[in-house]
Structure formats: structure tokens, C-alpha cells
């Protein structure tokens, strides 16, 4: 396993994810906790997600062309594949650090340039491996997943800082997250069916024992994500309308058990975007 490789893939898938949930909670968000965030937090965030789209632009580089010069890695880098697509999301996750500072205030356009990061982050891996219309559909549609699930997973955070918050709607901002949350985990199911076929179909038959095992713990991480989630929207979300005070409680601990589930399922999508389907 590259070590580098992975640490950069899930740092920004994990950054990308949680810039783009957090841009949109802003959005959906009842008004008295659609707060920015704090300016630190909104400049190292996209900060930290560019260092490590540089480090697997450069690791990318050196397994491709043997890192011999900087005249080469300039060529990789603005090369239509996935070195532009690095090259892209690592100068729009600078963008976003500047947005961090006053006086911006578009949530929106934060939304679109964070969205667009993760639509860069999709056209590296095994969808660029197939060129042609059906190599644009698979890139399309991993796309789409990772935008819903920086939706989701990445909306937790903010959901998490939100109901900690002095005063908060806390029964409000649940069933708005709650709303959102189900919408996206049914498009995440669905673009998830149509990846793993495609998977399938480049693999040429049955996937291998060590992709198929990863590809399970990211199915069993989806699941017990799925059971938390459900907790909060039907037993939590209900409890906040008469006991606000003991759902927040409650909450705080299924969120963060939320947040683990969704670090250990990144882990393992940025794992299985370096393994080859077919081992």
C-alpha cells in the first residue's frame, strides 16, 4: 500500500466532503445556525485539503513518470486526466481559504466552488480509467456520489457544532438536516449500484478477494451509519419537540459515533480507488 498516497486521498476526500456539507448546511439550515464558522476554521480547512491534493498530484506524478523533472511534472499537471484534476481541485481549495476572510459572504458561491472540488476529485481513479462516453458516465456518476455524500457526512459537523450552540432550534435544524439527509442517502444507494457494476465490468468478472473484502467493510460502515442515522431521525428527532434538552444530550453522542463511522468509510473509499478490482 502507498502510505502518502492513501493519507492524501482520504485527507481530501475527507476535507472535500466536509467543505462542501458544511457550504450547504449554510443553505437548508434554520437561520439562527447558519453561522460562517469560525475564520481559522473556514482558512486551514481548504487550506489542509490543498497540501494534500499537492502531495497526491506529486505522488501521482513520480509513479507515472519517475518524477524526473520539474518540466515534467508542469506537463502531468496541466494535462487533460488526472493531473488537471488535481491541479483543479488544489486551486479551487485555495480559492475556498480565500473566501474565508471578511467580507465575503456568498454561502452559495462557497457551495458551487466546494461542490466543484469534489467533481475534480471524481475524474481521479478507476472512472478515468475508461475513456469515451462511457468513461464521462462513470466520472459523472461517481461524481454525483461523493456529492451527496460530502451532502450528508459532511453536514454532520456542522450539524454537530450547531446543536451545541446556546438557544438552538435544535428540533428545527434535525428535521431540516433530516430531510436533506434522506434524499441523499437514496441517491447514494443508487449511484452506488451503478458504480459497483462498473466496477464489475472493469474488473472483467468477479471483483478480487482483497477488493471484494474492503468493499465489504465499506458496506458494513454504510450500514451501521445507516442504523445511527435512523436513530437520530426517528427516535431523537421526535424526542427534541417535548425534551430538547435531553435529545441535544443524546444527540451529541450519535452524531460523533456518526462522524467515526463516516472517517473509517472515507478511509476505505480512498483505499479502494488505489486497489485494482481485480485482486
Known amino acids: 500500500m502507498d502510505w502518502p498516497l492513501l493519507i492524501a486521498r482520504f485527507g481530501m476526500l475527507t476535507l472535500g466532503a466536509g467543505l462542501f456539507g458544511s457550504a450547504c448546511f449554510a443553505l437548508y439550515a434554520p437561520w439562527t445556525v447558519r453561522g460562517p464558522g469560525p475564520t481559522s476554521l473556514r482558512l486551514t480547512a481548504p487550506a489542509t485539503a490543498a497540501v494534500a491534493g499537492l502531495v497526491w498530484l506529486l505522488s501521482l506524478w513520480a509513479k507515472t513518470t519517475g518524477a524526473s523533472d520539474l518540466a515534467d511534472l508542469v506537463q502531468f499537471s496541466f494535462t487533460p486526466g488526472a493531473g ?60 454525483l456520489h461523493l456529492l451527496f455524500a460530502g451532502l450528508w457526512l459532511g453536514g454532520l459537523v456542522p450539524l454537530f457544532l450547531a446543536l451545541r450552540a446556546p438557544g438552538a432550534e435544535t428540533e428545527r435544524t434535525l428535521r431540516a438536516f433530516g430531510q436533506m439527509a434522506m434524499a441523499a442517502v437514496a441517491a447514494l444507494a443508487t449511484t452506488g449500484l451503478i458504480i459497483a457494476a462498473a466496477v464489475v465490468s472493469l474488473a472483467g468478472g468477479p471483483p478480487g478477494k482483497i477488493y471484494l473484502a474492503t468493499f465489504a467493510v465499506k458496506l458494513a460502515l454504510v450500514l451501521a451509519l445507516g442504523v445511527v442515522a435512523s436513530i437520530n431521525r426517528w427516535a431523537l428527532t421526535p424526542m427534541s419537540a417535548h425534551d430538547p434538552a435531553k435529545a441535544r444530550r443524546a444527540l451529541w453522542w450519535t452524531l460523533a459515533t456518526e462522524q467515526a463511522f463516516a472517517l473509517a468509510l472515507l478511509v476505505t473509499v480512498a483505499q479502494l480507488g488505489l486497489l485494482d478490482p481485480a485482486r
Open 84 to 143: 488537471l484534476a488535481l491541479t483543479v481541485a488544489v486551486v479551487l481549495c485555495l480559492v475556498l481559504a480565500a473566501m474565508a476572510f471578511p467580507p465575503f459572504r456568498a454561502p452559495k458561491v462557497r457551495a458551487y466552488v466546494a461542490g466543484a472540488v469534489l467533481v475534480a476529485v471524481a475524474c481521479v481513479g478507476h472512472a478515468s480509467a475508461v475513456g469515451g462516453v462511457a468513461g464521462l458516465t462513470r466520472m459523472a456518476v461517481m461524481a
